[in-house]
């Protein structure tokens, strides 16, 4: 069982690391199809963003 371990750690972080890019990769899609269609908004939104930031 100990041998095994390093691969399961390895798998979980392939995992997360993978979910975490596609989540990224879902964002990014979402902002520009809210680009095209509503500027004013999602311009509104990142000055909101920056600000909280």
């Known amino acids: 069982m100990p041998q ?6 390895l798998m979980i972080f392939f995992m997360c690391s993978s979910c975490i ?4 990769i ?8 809210f680009n095209f269609k509503k500027k004013n908004k999602i ?10 930031w």
């Open 4 to 9: 095994m371990m390093p691969i399961n750690w």
């Open 21 to 24: 890019i596609i989540i990224i």
């Open 26 to 33: 879902l964002l990014n899609s979402l902002l520009l199809y």
């Open 43 to 52: 311009n509104n939104l990142i000055n909101k963003w920056e600000w909280s």
